[in-house]
């Protein structure tokens, strides 16, 4: 059974920082590729970050590049999404993600119906 558990939000006034990890177990971790992905209240869920399988390629939502960061840790089964300088538009719940099947181009990697597993989300709250 695959699970990914996400952990690290919370309230946070704007420009600080947090980081969130989500530990995966059940699947070949090192081989999936892994995105983070937001829902902000009201609005449809949306791309934020991703990595491929070695953690050498990532990708960025352009509302979030140069302040949020995606890394993996193989050895622990963990990706880890480090949000900076945070705004409150930053509100929302935030999923990770796991795709076992090989990516084929990079857009998949922001679709959110190309990946196979999902964590239960973690609240962050940005206030002004």
């Known amino acids: 059974q695959v699970q990914l558990v996400e952990s690290g939000g919370g309230l946070v006034q704007a420009g600080g920082s947090l980081r969130l990890s989500c530990a995966a177990s059940g699947l070949s971790f090192s081989t999936a590729a892994v995105g983070w992905f937001r829902q902000p209240p009201g609005k449809e869920r949306e791309f934020v970050a991703a990595?491929?399988?070695?953690?050498?390629?990532?990708y960025y939502a352009a509302s979030v590049e140069g302040r949020f960061t995606i890394s993996r840790d193989n050895a622990k089964n963990t990706v880890y999404l480090q949000m900076n300088t945070l705004k409150p538009e930053d509100t929302a719940v935030y999923y990770c993600?796991?795709?076992?099947?090989?990516?084929?181009?990079?857009?998949?990697?922001?679709?959110?119906?190309?990946?196979?597993?999902w964590g239960q989300g973690t609240q962050v709250t940005v206030s002004s």
């Open positions: 990595s491929n399988w070695s953690g050498r390629s990532t």
């Open positions: 993600a796991a795709r076992r099947r090989t990516v084929i181009n990079i857009r998949q990697y922001t679709i959110s119906d190309e990946y196979d597993y």
